[in-house]
């Protein structure tokens, strides 16, 4: 049993020493590693935006939207194409 261990090793490092003389005749390359220390990046808080304004955006909003219902959600057709198949 410890005949073939030997045997496994040495084959290991004859394994490594070749790639070791194959890697030899590769060109060096220089690498640039970057490291971010901030992983969850957001704007920061501002203040919240006045209720009028926001009245105004859904408005505009809603007057762009090709139709909405009464409580003013937006009414679309979905993938009208694929019943066709």
Do not use: H
């Amino acid at each position: 049993m410890a005949e073939r261990l030997k045997e496994i090793e040495r084959s290991a490092e004859e394994i490594v020493e070749s790639f070791v003389e194959a890697a030899k005749g590769l060109p060096k390359l220089k690498e640039t590693y970057y490291s971010q220390e901030a992983y969850n990046i957001v704007r920061p808080d501002g203040k919240p935006t006045p209720v009028k304004e926001c009245a105004g955006f859904r408005k505009r909003f809603i007057s762009n939207m090709p139709g909405s219902d009464d409580q003013g959600n937006l009414k679309v057709e979905v993938a009208k194409w694929t019943g066709k198949r």
